[in-house]
């Protein structure tokens, strides 16, 4: 049962390209996709929104006023020009350093907002449930009020907590309810922040974004294999998003790392890094920019770990829908997964 309803806000971004015009999921400039001339459904696993209700708890703005969208319209829209049939809404955690109270408040708000909207367009929208990850036995109940009584349909996280890796044993309650009842785990990073402050990533390169978030989600996803946290659960599964950061292009490194004790490393992982690159437990979203790009990471991967992503609002890509089209490696089977098959197995999608 939602006990709040409150209207949820999407951010908006002026790099996106102008949406077709019209409105609605039905609209007649709705973009089609079919691979071998079978249509598919194609499922968004990166899509980003906020809650201005949840926001105002800790007294924090949505972005600018501008870009603070409350027409679902504009957004169906977008999609549509774009071929994407189902959008995974995610939330990017700025409550890590909330008490235990306030961040219960944003997380309910929250939730149940992303539960409404679904709920409202379920052909067009589903959601990673927000958990307050700080208070990990707080986080635990969220997780399933979330998913049993919400109908949310997995979990979205940050990269870090406040400084702490989530290879910390304190966090192994939530990777272990997430393991039991299955759930993908949508891992965002937020940035670098220990280099940031340090000025490393100060100057003319947006350095803090344009190496920072996939710094952040390599350091996590080695943390998490190298403290044996994977293996320690073996049916969590964790989208990376960003391709991953850098860790599918260097992960031979680590595996001889591993294999020779470079520098006294004594990692925990019983089986080589990349090995977790294909055995179930990582997935990866598309945004790599290339047909390249992309062929190297199905190449390392496993083209079925893979799901198109398109970080929206914030305009990165015109459409990650042409990218995996244009990609020549890939075979149509290989399409179909990438574009939406794989996502619908992991977030449960019927039909």
């Not at 809650?51 to 679902?72: F, H, I, T, W, Y």
């Not at 710094?215 to 403290?227: K, Q, R």
Request: proline share 5%; charged share 20%; hydrophobic share 40%.
């Amino acid at each position: 049962m939602i006990r709040n309803s409150s209207r949820i806000g999407f951010v908006g971004c002026d790099l996106l390209r102008a949406p077709a015009e019209g409105g609605g999921h039905d609209h007649p400039h709705r973009r089609e996709v079919a691979v071998n001339g079978t249509r598919i459904r194609t499922v968004d696993i990166h899509a980003h929104c906020a809650v201005p209700e949840a926001n105002a708890v800790l007294g924090k703005k949505v972005g600018r006023n501008d870009l603070l969208m409350s027409d679902r319209e504009t957004r169906l829209a977008a999609m549509d020009a774009q071929g994407l049939d189902i959008a995974a809404l995610s939330i990017n955690p700025y409550w890590y350093d909330a008490g235990r109270d306030e961040s219960a408040e944003v997380i309910r708000i929250q939730n149940e907002a992303l539960a409404e909207i679904c709920a409202e367009t379920p052909d067009r929208f589903v959601a990673f449930a927000t958990i307050a990850l700080q208070h990990p036995d707080l986080a635990v109940e969220q997780i399933r009020y979330a998913v049993k009584e919400l109908g949310l349909r997995g979990v979205s996280i940050g990269c870090s907590v406040e400084g702490e890796e989530l290879a910390n044993e304190r966090f192994h309650p939530v990777w272990q309810i997430c393991d039991e009842m299955n759930l993908l785990v949508f891992m965002h990073p937020q940035g670098t922040r220990e280099l940031q402050a340090s000025g490393r990533l100060a100057g003319s390169g947006a350095l803090g974004n344009t190496i920072g978030n996939p710094l952040e989600t390599t350091i996590a996803l080695s943390h998490l294999i190298f403290e044996g946290t994977l293996d320690a659960h073996p049916g969590l599964k964790i989208c990376a998003v960003h391709g991953g950061g850098y860790f599918a292009s260097y992960a031979h490194r680590s595996d001889v790392v591993c294999s020779t004790g470079w520098h006294n490393a004594d990692p925990k992982n019983k089986k080589p890094p990349t090995s977790y690159l294909r055995d179930g437990q990582l997935y990866f979203d598309s945004l790599v920019f290339t047909p390249e790009a992309l062929r190297h990471l199905a190449a390392e991967t496993g083209p079925d770990r893979i799901m198109i992503g398109t970080d929206y609002p914030f305009g990165w890509t015109d459409s990650e829908v042409d990218l995996v089209m244009n990609t020549p490696e890939l075979s149509d089977d290989d399409r179909v997964a990438i574009l939406g098959g794989t996502a619908a197995k992991l977030l449960g999608l019927s039909g």
